[in-house]
């Protein structure tokens, strides 16, 4: 204590003093001691692993790093892609499609079923194929649609209501009296039915046509062009039991052809015919 205080005020510090002495006399100092310096030594301890730690990583970042990363030719380094690790997903299948089976009707009239087994599985592949595709592209009031094993070129539309939509999707070697068709000049040709001229991609000129039908008052949607060395038509029916016209306008008949989908499909059919040269008019 400093001589400097002042006499009158000495006996307070004094009491002050006494009563600090006392409170710190009672704590456990005999316990905090030791629990202290445990905890400086784990403390110490933790770090020093945590240096380790560093250490190896580092390390490791240089050992794989002298693998992913080869010495090329002059010194320089190509980087090795990593691999994925996620494995790619595998295709999904094809939807399979059972067919409709349909025995000829006359004896001029031949069925799939008496190719070779090994075109007849070509046909099938092709109309599983085709199936799929037309499902995605024509209206849904259309229906489901199913290949029909009589013949590679002929479809169906079955809709959950019980209509059936036969169709057409015909891409045949072009014969001598083949290639695009014009709208008749007279209106009256067409029999209360309608024509328009459409063109494709890559500049490919198509006929559209809403025709009536042998049914009555029922109309046919078919559309017609060329493609290679090939006539190509793809035409719904209406149904015939229900007497219900084709649920499908020409426009939406015309976008169906031109999709990059559908023309690789007719292009594919060009270069690996499955049907005879044409000798009668485009979807007949």
């Known amino acids: 204590m ?21 409170t710190v006399a009672e704590l456990p100092f005999h316990d905090l001691v030791p629990g202290a310096v445990a905890q400086g030594r784990r ?4 770090a020093r692993l945590a240096i380790v730690a560093g250490i190896v990583c580092v390390v490791g970042a240089v050992v794989l790093g002298s693998v ?6 002059g010194g320089r380094t190509t980087v090795r892609p990593a691999a994925s690790a996620t494995p790619e997903p595998e295709p999904e299948p094809t939807p399979y ?9 006359s004896d001029e009239e031949s069925s799939m079923a008496d190719l070779p087994v090994a075109e007849r599985e070509r046909r099938e592949e ?15 009031a259309v229906g489901l649609i199913r290949p029909v ?36 000049s007279d209106p009256g040709a067409l029999k209360g039915g309608s024509c328009e001229q459409a063109t494709l991609p890559g500049g490919i000129k198509a006929t559209a046509y809403r ?3 042998d049914l009555p008052e029922t109309t046919a949607t078919l559309v017609t062009f060329s493609y290679g060395d090939s006539d190509v038509s793809l035409t719904v029916n209406p149904d015939e039991d229900a007497t219900t016209s084709a649920p499908v306008t020409m426009e939406k008949l015309v976008a169906t052809v031109s999709d990059p989908r559908f023309l690789d499909l007719v292009r594919y059919a060009d270069e690996n015919p499955m049907q005879e040269r044409q000798t009668s008019i485009a979807g007949g």
């Not at 094993?149 to 169709?167: C, H, N, S």
């Open 2 to 22: 400093g001589n400097d205080m002042p006499e009158e005020d000495r006996p307070s510090a004094l009491l002050v003093r006494d009563a600090m002495e006392r």
């Open 43 to 46: 403390r110490k301890a933790r």
């Open 68 to 73: 992913t990363l080869p010495v090329g030719g």
């Open 97 to 105: 499609r059972t067919p409709v089976h349909i025995e000829p009707t």
């Open 126 to 140: 092709f109309q599983q194929r085709a199936a799929v595709l037309l499902d995605k592209l024509l209206p849904d």
């Open 149 to 184: 094993d009589l013949e590679v070129r002929r479809y169906q539309g079955e809709t959950e209501d019980g209509k059936v939509f036969p169709v057409i999707f015909s891409v045949r070697p072009s014969g001598e009296d083949s290639g695009p068709k014009s709208c008749p």
């Open 211 to 213: 025709m009536i039908s």
